[in-house]
Nanobody, 115 residues
Framework: QVQLVESGGGLVQPGRSLRLACAAS????????TGWYRQTPEKQRELVAL???????KFSDSVKGRSTIWRDNAKATVYLQLDSLKPEDTAVYYC?????????WGQGTQVTVSS
């Protein structure tokens, strides 16, 4: 079993930056890809960014060029930083772990971009 806990969401003004953290616990050695997804009431859950155990990164076109994802293995935490935030970045952000036995999801953290 793997537990994922997100933090760092909140209300942010357009143009500012935000850093989200996904802390993993449990059988974290079985997780080989960690990603961030987001969802709004109007849209299906979509991939924002992911990072594999080998350090390969992938970003959605909507955040490419203004986002960074990295992992701190000592803290078992994956971070997502979003820069130049836009109102359309408003969503619930979920951490996702793809493990050898199954997928895991965090509880989500709300990000609201508004002036």
């Amino acid at each position: 079993q793997v537990q994922l806990v997100e933090s760092g969401g909140g209300l942010v003004q357009p143009g500012r930056s935000l850093r989200l953290a996904c802390a993993a616990s449990g059988a974290i050695a079985t997780v080989y890809t960690t990603g961030w997804y987001r969802q709004t009431p109007e849209k299906q859950r979509e991939l924002v960014a992911l990072i594999t155990a080998d350090g390969v990164r992938k970003f959605s076109d909507s955040v490419k060029g203004r986002s960074t994802i990295w992992r701190d293995n000592a803290k078992a935490t994956v971070y997502l930083q979003l820069d130049s935030l836009k109102p359309e970045d408003t969503a619930v952000y979920y951490c996702h772990g793809e493990a050898s036995d199954r997928d895991y999801w965090g509880q989500g953290t709300q990000v609201t971009v508004s002036s």
